[in-house]
């Protein structure tokens, strides 16, 4: 079955840097498209960006555009986010998910989430 | 962006009840909404996509519709099952939004 295993929870200092993995399994993972979403306490949902799984194509949310990084490791079945010069307000559960047969753009399949905490 | 506003804020129900949650469009989606259930410490897990379709092995009591800008998922028999934050979500346009929820409890 397809599963998304994301990496352990994080505590960072303002103006550092963090880098959550997602290693998938169960599906070839070229085939479908992953997303990065977050979730502030208290707040509601927010995608970060996307990437294509068989072009490799990336595209970022505006709001995240110069600070946040996709990447992926095809031969580990495995997607990167990294996001830099955090502040608190990136303090959020971060959440790889899956596009399915329902289409491109609608979440499927999810990761647990990573906790990141930023504070100083 | 794309605005999708909720409401209610929460829902109180007892079991058995019709729930109606809605989400008001800030601009034309056509029929690329979708719906998701979260529960406390879960992710979210989708259940309606482009306003009526059922994903794989939701129960046939989630239903969705649309009326001009307001999309609705019902429920049409709330079990203590249900009890959860639902999230509406566009895929008409980016950045991909989506609402701030709507929480479900079961008396």
């Known amino acids: 079955q397809v599963q998304l295993v994301q990496s352990g929870a994080e505590v960072k200092k303002p103006g550092a840097s963090v880098k959550i993995s997602c290693k998938t399994s169960?599906?070839?993972?070229?085939?479908?498209?992953l997303h990065w979403v977050r979730q502030a306490p208290g707040q509601r949902l927010e995608w970060m960006g996307w990437?294509?799984?068989?072009?490799?194509?990336?595209t970022y949310s505006q709001k995240f555009q110069g600070r946040v990084t996709l990447t992926r490791d095809t031969s580990a079945s495995t997607a990167y986010m990294e996001l830099n010069s955090l502040r608190s307000e990136d303090t959020a559960v971060y959440f790889c998910?899956?596009?399915?047969?329902?289409?491109?753009?609608?979440?499927?399949?999810w990761g647990q989430g990573t906790l990141v905490t930023v504070s100083s | 962006e794309i605005l999708l506003t909720q409401s209610p804020a929460t829902l109180s129900l007892s079991p058995g009840e019709r729930a109606t949650l809605s989400c008001r469009v800030s601009?034309?989606?056509?029929?690329?909404l979708a719906w998701y259930q979260q529960k406390p410490g879960q992710a979210p897990r989708l259940l309606i996509y482009?306003?009526?379709y059922r994903a794989t092995d939701i129960p046939a009591r989630f239903s969705g519709s649309v009326s001009g800008t307001v999309f609705t998922l019902s429920i049409s028999s709330v079990e203590p099952e249900d009890c959860a934050i639902y999230y509406c979500?566009?895929?008409?346009?980016?950045?991909?939004?989506f609402g701030r929820g709507t929480r479900l409890e079961i008396k």
């Open positions: 998910t899956r596009t399915g047969e329902f289409g491109d753009y609608y979440f499927a399949f």
């Open positions: 169960g599906y070839i993972f070229t085939t479908y498209i």
């Open positions: 990437m294509n799984g068989v072009t490799g194509g990336i």
């Open positions: 601009q034309s989606v056509g029929r690329f």
């Open positions: 482009d306003t009526f």
């Open positions: 979500q566009q895929r008409k346009d980016w950045p991909l939004t």
